[in-house]
């Protein structure tokens, strides 16, 4: 039988006990690209800091207007994400 290599590597990431680091970094990434998509490229560097905990993305801005406009979109960013990961509901925290 013939596994994917998308599973292959899966198995080997949770075997190692670093699936949750993986899985953090490219939920990280995604936000990142969705909010530079949305209010531009010089929102990639806006964060103190950018944590996911369980299915909870804290995100900490170094702008207060800019995490105000993050805590408008929130709804379309939670969305973007969830389409992105087929189906994972990601929530998001906000801090400015």
Do not use: C, W
């Not at 590597?9 to 949770?14: G, K, S, V």
């Amino acid at each position: 039988m013939f596994q994917t290599l998308k599973n292959v590597l899966f198995d080997r990431l949770h075997q190692q006990g670093i699936s949750d680091a993986v899985e953090a970094a490219q939920v990280t990434e995604v936000f990142k690209d969705e909010v530079a998509k949305r209010f531009g490229p010089s929102t990639r560097d806006a964060y103190r800091k950018l944590v996911l905990r369980g299915d909870t993305l804290e995100v900490l801005l170094t702008s207060q207007a800019l995490a105000s406009e993050l805590r408008m979109a929130e709804f379309e960013l939670e969305d973007a994400l969830k389409d992105h990961f087929n189906g994972r509901h990601y929530r998001l925290r906000i801090f400015g």
